[in-house]
């Protein structure tokens, strides 16, 4: 009985003992830097780019004066790969760094961007399936991007960055020489929707910056021109980049 009585006291205490003892709590993240700050960046990356995709999704029927293309042809048959180069500024969100803390632990760089970008691809030769020769000149577009950016450092000066925009992309007036047909217009000139994501990473050497990536571009197709009966498909282009850029 005396073994029992004394057990329920110290069970009846045990809430009083609890409250006592020292806990300990593991934070899953905490970022005690000194805030954020914004800032500005001005970019410049030269890049080589590969064009891909259905140039000629279908075939293509004689009507009048119009060439006749049948089969599919692709854009890196039609084109050379490339090479251009883009101007970016942004606006990011900034973290304070804290020498303390493991700079991989610590907040992304978050904001907005602007992007021009110039392109040229030579033009090549190639065949459709009736020995039809399609010669075009060189294609030069621009393009146009606004969209999101994040950016980290990954361990002492070497960072990342991501972006995703959207926008727009400008094809001229295309001629190409078809043997036989002679010389006419393959693509009409278009401003046309355009999406990119590009990645890149880098070393900071105080405010500048050097970096090298890569990136993709889904560049809705041209309208066809008037001596052709084209159904281009979407224009893919995989681009590589180096490139330099200044931060305030």
Avoid: C
Wanted: proline letters at 6%.
């Amino acid at each position: 009985m005396v073994f029992l009585l004394a057990a329920l006291l110290a069970a009846d205490d045990l809430p009083g003992r609890l409250k006592d003892e020292p806990s300990m709590s593991v934070p899953l993240y905490q970022y005690e830097g000194g805030g954020f700050r914004f800032g500005v960046t001005l970019a410049g990356q030269a890049r080589v780019s590969l064009p891909f995709g259905a140039a000629d999704e279908g075939d293509i029927f004689v009507v009048g004066n119009t060439v006749f293309i049948e089969g599919h042809l692709d854009y890196s048959e039609l084109f050379d790969p490339g090479y251009g180069f883009t101007l970016e500024a942004d606006l990011m969100a900034r973290p304070r760094l804290d020498p303390e803390i493991d700079p991989r632990l610590q907040p992304a760089a978050m904001g907005g961007y602007v992007a021009f970008g110039w392109d040229r691809y030579g033009g090549d030769s190639t065949r459709d399936e009736t020995g039809t020769r399609v010669s075009p000149d060189a294609l030069e577009i621009g393009t146009v991007f606004v969209g999101i950016k994040g950016a980290g450092v990954v361990q002492g000066n070497f960072y990342g960055d991501l972006r995703f925009g959207m926008g727009a992309v400008h094809y001229p007036s295309l001629k190409a020489r078809f043997e036989p047909g002679g010389r006419g217009e393959l693509f009409a000139e278009s401003w046309e929707f355009g999406m990119e994501i590009r990645m890149h990473f880098g070393w900071k050497f105080g405010p500048l910056g050097l970096v090298f990536g890569m990136g993709g571009r889904l560049l809705a197709p041209p309208d066809n021109g008037r001596q052709s009966n084209l159904d281009p498909g979407i224009l893919w282009t995989i681009d590589f980049e180096v490139g330099a850029e200044l931060g305030f």
